[in-house]
């Protein structure tokens, strides 16, 4: 059984693109979430989606930030015009219904 | 307002010393608490899930406890390998949203 996989690990952009980050989720899970973490920090929620819908995005940024989870394909955070701000690990968990999240490793964004 | 608080923030302990992690929450209705385990560079890894109070997990050297307001992460007889930084969320009422604390960095030394 494969683990929730993200990709890529490392991703450096320069100020003002975009950066797009991957995340298939376990075999079986249909809820994701992403949460974005800062060195020293803990975990921040930003966005909940099910297949082809999103159910909670209270914790991402109203610009810039989106969110999806097709019916095919890993879901994606894209993150436009990025800022130095935007630097951070960026994590995304999976869990079927009433269970614990999972984790992949991470993304690491770097805005140079 | 923060749902979830832990403590201390930071921990030293000599190898063999026991000790226990705090977490307390807010949360009105919960439904359920997570420990997890992150070492640098990884994600969180699970490690326990509570529902209600008095109930009690254990795995290796750790054990969970909760309370109506409170868990505790005792560490009996910690070793090097169980340096690392322990999260804890909780999950609210209905909603399947999972609010996690700060962290609690463990260091255990030899």
């Known amino acids: 059984n494969a683990g929730v996989m993200q990709n890529p690990r490392h991703l450096v952009r320069r100020r003002g693109q975009e950066a797009r980050l991957r995340c298939s989720p376990m075999?079986?899970?249909?809820?994701v979430y992403w949460y974005r973490q800062l060195p020293e920090e803990g975990l921040k929620f930003m966005v909940y989606?099910?297949?082809?819908?999103?159910?909670?995005e209270s914790g991402m940024p109203k610009e810039r930030f989106s969110a999806e989870f097709p019916k095919e394909g890993p879901s994606i955070l894209r993150i436009q015009q990025v800022v130095r701000g935007d630097s951070a690990a960026y994590f995304c968990?999976?869990?079927?219904?009433?269970?614990?999240?999972?984790f992949g490793n991470g993304t690491r964004l770097t805005v140079t | 307002e923060d749902q979830v608080t832990q403590s201390p923030e930071a921990l030293r302990l000599q190898e063999g010393e026991s000790s226990s992690l705090n977490c307390s929450y807010t949360?009105?209705?919960?439904?359920?608490l997570f420990w997890y385990r992150q070492d640098p560079g990884k994600g969180p890894e699970f490690l326990f899930t509570?529902?209600?109070a008095g109930e009690e997990k254990e795995k290796e050297r750790l054990k969970a406890t909760l309370t109506k307001k409170e868990s505790f992460l005792h560490i009996t007889a910690p070793k090097p390998e169980d340096s690392a930084t322990y999260l804890c969320?909780?999950?609210?009422?209905?909603?399947?949203?999972?609010?996690f604390g700060s962290g609690t960095k463990l260091n255990v030394k030899p």
């Open positions: 949360v009105s209705g919960l439904r359920g």
């Open positions: 989606l099910q297949k082809e819908n999103i159910i909670d």
């Open positions: 968990a999976s869990s079927p219904e009433n269970s614990p999240l999972h």
């Open positions: 075999k079986g899970h249909s809820h």
């Open positions: 969320a909780v999950q609210e009422g209905n909603f399947n949203k999972f609010y």
């Open positions: 509570l529902y209600s």
